[in-house]
């Protein structure tokens, strides 16, 4: 106790605080392309299937930079990768802005945004905040994080959407890429390693990939952590031309991405502070049903302003609870040493999920005119997902004659 008390200093506090800063730059810029897609589109005069595969390359790539910027995290030190990662996604979307070729959106808001939003995202923050907090609050500042950081869409949503429709798509790149480059002073403060203040063994990274590949426990989160990439970036990429083709008011797609991300606060931290104290599982079980009861009632009730509104704020309290539960049960079961490379193969597969949904959305919509059969599947997969999470072990594992020193 004496150790937790030391522990949770004025130290602790800048580092989350600066954690959820850089996140909610970084979140809110990725979660508010959803509104740039039409725009976009029409600037270019392509149906939305060509900005969404954009959209779904940054996810993939995103997803699949996530470990590999976790093990340069692990090695060289989070400051550095945080603030390489910001300079160039910045460079990204004013690359973005002054784009006159389909290809230089795959490449700008696809692959360049989408490599380095890795840097400044999940695996490498949460393992900073990992090492700089007592080990029975994780999962409490993991959602304290998680929730301010991605409530960046509470303020960048809105204030997106205004800037669109008062400068063009344009200019309104040019300013948020100014504006995240307040992510490099940042890194400074989230410098550092995990191997410098945690001793715990001497298992190497390639030993420790093994004993996680073994647990069918991380197979299962990862797993289930697709279907919540699925259902996230769906929505947050799909959800504005939705409402659009559903001829709501124009100021409705940043007011609903808004309200998501006011509920999505108190939901992540609220889901945090109980992954401390019950079962991190079965309250990851719960948000995936909840998530397809709540989609499920959203499309079957008539579409209004107020049934959008009333969805948003449900969704939200589930939007990324999930994650302070997933990264917290990560390095649960198999210690912080490698939280960085070992979280971020599980959000690889989260990326995945996005990459499905958000490519799949744009397809499915220029094909068939309609949203409806991947509401569907969303709903079907989140069942799914529930169920996946119920056989977890969460038992904490080592290799043989370890012992673990924090």
């Known amino acids: 106790m004496e150790v937790i008390k030391e522990r949770i200093t004025w130290k602790v506090i800048l580092i989350v605080t600066i954690c959820s800063l850089v996140l909610m730059f970084s979140m809110g810029t990725r979660q508010s392309f959803g509104l740039f897609q039409t725009p976009i589109s029409e600037a270019f005069g392509v149906g939305i299937a060509a900005f969404s595969l954009s959209l779904a390359v940054q996810n993939l790539m995103w997803g699949i930079s996530q470990p590999i910027v976790g093990a340069l995290a692990d090695k060289f030190g989070s400051g550095r990768v945080i603030a390489i990662a910001g300079f160039f996604q910045s460079l990204g979307l004013v690359w973005l802005a002054y784009a006159d070729q389909v290809w230089e959106l795959h490449a700008s808001a696809g692959i360049l945004i ?9 695996a490498v923050l949460m393992s900073v905040i990992a090492r700089n907090v007592p080990a029975s609050r994780r999962s409490m500042f993991f959602g304290i994080a998680s929730g301010i950081g991605t409530g960046g869409q509470i303020l960048l949503a809105p204030f ?80 504005p031309t939705y409402l659009q083709n559903q001829n709501m008011p124009d100021w409705l797609p940043g007011a609903a991405i808004s309200v998501i991300g006011i509920t999505n606060l108190l939901g992540t931290i609220l889901a945090g502070y109980l992954g401390d104290k019950y079962s991190k599982k079965y309250l990851l079980s719960t948000i995936y049903f909840l998530r397809s009861i709540v989609i499920t009632a959203f499309i079957l009730f008539p579409i209004s302003t107020t049934s959008v509104l009333i969805f948003c ?28 490379t070992l979280s971020g193969i599980v959000f690889c597969s989260h990326q995945f999920g996005a990459f499905t949904s958000v490519w799949m959305g744009g397809y499915l919509f220029d094909s068939l005119g309609s949203y409806d059969l991947v509401w569907q599947i969303a709903i079907a997969l989140g069942v799914l997902a529930a169920l996946l999470h119920l056989p977890i072990n969460e038992s904490a594992t080592l290799p043989d004659a370890v012992t673990v020193v924090e």
């Open 313 to 340: 704020f449900c969704i939200g309290f589930l939007w990324l609870a999930t994650v302070p539960l997933t990264q917290a049960l990560v390095g649960q079961i198999f210690g912080i040493r490698y939280l960085a």
């Open 114 to 122: 989408g490599i380095t939003g890795a840097g400044t995202t999940w």
């Open 160 to 239: 997106n959407q205004f800037t669109i429709n008062t400068y063009g798509w344009q200019d309104a790149l040019l300013i948020l890429a100014v504006m995240l480059l307040i992510t490099i002073p940042c890194a400074y403060i989230l410098r550092g390693k995990n191997s410098d203040t945690v001793k715990e063994h001497a298992e190497t990274l390639r030993q420790a990939l093994v004993r996680a590949r073994k647990h069918s426990g991380y197979l299962l989160l990862s797993a289930g952590f697709f279907v919540c990439g699925f259902h996230v970036m769906f929505i947050m990429a799909h959800l």
